[in-house]
């Protein structure tokens, strides 16, 4: 019997209305198996036939067993029951035969299949009750496990290994957190938790069924609670809105700032730059006027030092050239130069020598120049 989307009420089990329709199902499933093996059987009943015996089944006599033809799908397991017994042989996909009326078989699908768990109810830990409306559960089984798990849940394993247990895990989840919890902050966990769950169970239980993933619809909760839900979400958007308003006017205000800033910086650094220039410029006059001074320094030393040298030189040759002797001479030609001549009881002393006293040179000159003028003053009268 192939394993396709199956439904089930909020425990686990057919609802009144989903019972007829499961009921349905497998009525019509089982008339499709039959019409299938009637359709293909093949009777072998051949009296004294000589091929007959080449046939598999048939017995020494003439008499040939009844075989029936069936087909098992790819991607399926066949299981078969003797006497309502499981055989411990499987098939794969193909055709295969089996006595009909005494042998039947399911088929166990083994490929990637999805099951469905519909209108689950759920207790949260304030007493709300709130419902998903489906809960899907990807999952596929390994061949080498179907004969253990048949023989342990039946061909219809899926309802006590996946869906009894999906009710049990959700239920222990939402009995310990809030309504918050569970329909916002957790509901992303959901999905998740259930899948480590079921396969951490299912590892133990029932070794080769896999879960894939599980998905988990949004539940439904009281109309009351839901307004009162989209009302705040209502209100976090504005929250949000007003939120992001106000980072678009701390932004651009930021980048007004920044703006004055980078201009403020620009016109510092053009500052900064235009008084390194102008501190430059002075520097530069500075150091101009510093070598123009040590230059006009130099020259004026020079100049100095070359007087100086000249005044040496000049009274060093003055030194040689005004010996005594030349004073006298110099003394006398001033004296014969004088258009005046004084008479008098001083006249001897009229020249001082260097101490202020009457120079004793003197006196010989003087007295020859007094008897000269007297002798001339003489001639005159």
């Known amino acids: 019997m192939g394993r396709g ?75 078969y029951y003797r006497g309502g017994a499981l055989l411990t042989s499987t098939s794969g996909p193909g055709f295969h035969l089996m006595l009909p009326f005494i042998t039947s078989y399911k088929s166990v699908q083994t490929t990637l299949q999805t099951d469905e768990v519909k209108n689950v109810p759920c207790g949260t830990s304030g007493g709300v009750m709130i419902y998903f409306d489906r809960i899907e559960v990807v999952n596929f089984l390994i061949q080498s496990a179907v004969y253990d798990i048949v023989k342990n849940y039946t061909a219809d394993y899926d309802k006590a290994l996946i869906f009894n247990k999906i009710h049990h895990e959700l239920n222990q989840f939402c009995s310990v957190h809030t309504l918050q919890e569970v329909y916002i902050e957790l509901f992303d966990q959901i999905d998740e938790n259930l899948k480590l769950a079921l396969q951490q169970d299912l590892t133990s239980m029932a ?63 053009v500052a900064e730059i235009t008084y390194g220039q102008k501190v430059m410029e002075k520097e530069t006059e500075k150091r101009i006027s510093e070598i123009e001074d040590a230059a006009f320094l130099a020259r004026e030393k020079a100049k100095a ?17 005004l010996t005594p002797e030349y004073l006298q001479l110099m003394k006398y030609k001033a004296i014969a ?18 101490a202020g006293t009457p120079s004793k040179s003197s006196e010989g000159p003087a007295e020859e120049l007094r008897d000269e003028n007297w002798l001339g003053a003489g001639e005159d009268l």
């Open 5 to 79: 989307r199956r439904a089930v009420s909020s425990q686990g089990w057919p609802s009144r209305g989903d019972g007829v329709t499961a009921a349905a199902t497998r009525k019509s499933r089982q008339s499709r198996w039959l019409r299938e093996e009637q359709v293909a059987s093949v009777i072998l009943s051949r009296d004294d036939s000589a091929g007959c015996h080449s046939r598999p089944g048939c017995q020494p006599g003439g008499r040939c067993s009844l075989y029936a033809i069936h087909k098992i799908e790819e991607g399926h397991i066949g299981v």
């Open 207 to 269: 070794p080769g069924l896999i879960i894939q993933a599980v998905r988990v619809t949004k539940p439904n909760i009281p109309e009351t609670i839901r307004r009162n839900y989209e009302l705040m979400e209502s209100e976090k958007t504005k929250l949000l809105i007003a939120a992001q308003k106000q980072k678009v006017v701390e932004k651009e205000a930021e980048t007004e700032r920044k703006k004055a800033l980078i201009e403020a910086e620009k016109i510092a650094q």
């Open 305 to 321: 030092d070359a007087e100086c040298y000249t005044a040496l030189k000049i009274a060093e040759a003055n030194k040689l050239k």
């Open 337 to 354: 130069s004088n258009s005046k001549i004084y008479f008098g009881k001083d006249i001897p002393n009229m020249f001082m020598d260097q």
